[in-house]
C-alpha cells in the first residue's frame, strides 16, 4: 500500500537487545516475501527471506516469521548492534504470471544506541 | 566489483529537460527492475524487463521509457521532467524467483 504520514515508523532500542520489526502483507496468494536494510544513501540490501511453505527461517542473528492466517511477517535481530541502525523493508511477491513483482512496505527505521 | 551499478548518481535538472539513467548488471541475471523511492522512503515498482522484454509497467507516465539493449542493461529515459520526478530511482536484478539486488540509487531533483 501507499506510505502514509510524515515520518516513518521508528524503533529504538539499546545496543544488545534484541529487535522485532512487524510487517503486515495485503495479499494472501503472496508465496515469496523477503526482508530488507537500507543505510543512508545505499541501495536496499537483501537480508532474509522465506517462502509461504514456511514459517520460520533463521539466518545469523536474523529470523524471520511468517504467519499467513493473519497475513504477517516479523523480523527479528539477536543483541542488536549500532551497524543494525538503518530502514527496514518487508516486500512480497504479488505477482499472479511466472516473473515477479516485489511489492515493498512502507519501511521501518530501526535506531540502536550505544 | 560492482554487481548492479548506475549512473549518474546524482542529477539536478531544471524542469521541462530531459535526462536518462543508466543501469548495468553483472551478475548474469534474466531480469531487471526500476524503483521510484519518494521522499517518505517508499519504493514502488515501475518497470521490469525479462531478457529484453517488458514485463511489468505500473501506470507509470509515458514520459518514461525504459530500453532494455540487451539483458545486462535497462535504462531509463524520462521526458519531460516535472518537480513530481524528483526522487532516488533504483535499478535491481534478479534470478528466477529470487530475490533482487539493488544498485546504489540515482538521486534526481528536478528544479
Known amino acids: 500500500g501507499e506510505s502514509v504520514g510524515l515520518h516513518l515508523p521508528t524503533l529504538s532500542v539499546q545496543e544488545g537487545d534484541n529487535s522485532i520489526i512487524n510487517c503486515a502483507y495485503s495479499n494472501s496468494a503472496s508465496d515469496y516475501f523477503i526482508w530488507y536494510k537500507q543505510e543512508s544513501g545505499k541501495g536496499p540490501q537483501f537480508i532474509i527471506d522465506i517462502r509461504s511453505n514456511m514459517d520460520k527461517r533463521q539466518g545469523q542473528r536474523v529470523t524471520v516469521l511468517l504467519n499467513k492466517t493473519v497475513k504477517h511477517l516479523s523480523l527479528q535481530i539477536a543483541a542488536t548492534q549500532p551497524g543494525d541502525s538503518a530502514v527496514y523493508f518487508c516486500a512480497e511477491n504479488m505477482a499472479s504470471t511466472g516473473f515477479q513483482k516485489l511489492v515493498f512496505g512502507t519501511g521501518t527505521r530501526l535506531l540502536v544506541s550505544p | ?111
Open chain 2, 1 to 111: 566489483d560492482t554487481a548492479v551499478s548506475q549512473t549518474p548518481k546524482y542529477l539536478v535538472t531544471q524542469m521541462g529537460n530531459d535526462k536518462s539513467i543508466k543501469c548495468e548488471q553483472n551478475l548474469g541475471h534474466d531480469t531487471m527492475y526500476w524503483y521510484k523511492q519518494d521522499s517518505k522512503k517508499f519504493l514502488k515498482i515501475m518497470f521490469s524487463y525479462n531478457n529484453k522484454e517488458l514485463i511489468i509497467n505500473e501506470t507509470v507516465p509515458n514520459r518514461f521509457s525504459p530500453k532494455s539493449p540487451d539483458k545486462a542493461h535497462l535504462n531509463l529515459h524520462i521526458n519531460s521532467l516535472e518537480l513530481g520526478d524528483s526522487a532516488v530511482y533504483f535499478c535491481a536484478s534478479s534470478p528466477p524467483g529470487g530475490e533482487l539486488f539493488f544498485g546504489e540509487g540515482s538521486r534526481l531533483t528536478v528544479l
